[in-house]
């Protein structure tokens, strides 16, 4: 037997926390920046920031579909 495997759309609340680290992860290397870091310092904020906003993110989206459903 053959599986076929199909593509689920993607929620909307993934996209959620998923755009809130990535805006983390821009505003982290933009902090570094200002504050004249080298590469490797922005790499870190972005790091930093963008998993926090990630988990805020997923913090606000479970929530969120808690309180809809």
Same mark, same amino acid.
């Given at each position: 037997?053959?599986?076929?495997?199909?593509?689920?759309?993607?929620?909307?609340?993934?996209?959620?926390?998923? &755009?809130?680290? =990535?805006? #983390?992860? $821009? /505003?982290?290397?933009?902090?570094? %920046?200002?504050?004249?870091?080298?590469?490797?310092?922005?790499?870190?904020?972005?790091?930093?920031?963008?998993? &926090?906003?990630? =988990?805020? #993110?997923? $913090? /606000?989206?479970?929530?969120?579909? %808690?309180?809809?459903?």
């Amino acid at each position: 037997m053959a599986f076929i495997l199909k593509a689920a759309p993607i929620k909307q609340s993934v996209t959620m926390y998923l &755009l809130s680290g =990535l805006f #983390g992860a $821009i /505003l982290g290397a933009a902090i570094a %920046r200002k504050r004249r870091g080298k590469g490797l310092d922005m790499a870190q904020y972005a790091a930093g920031y963008g998993i &926090l906003f990630a =988990l805020i #993110g997923l $913090i /606000l989206t479970i929530i969120v579909d %808690r309180t809809v459903i």
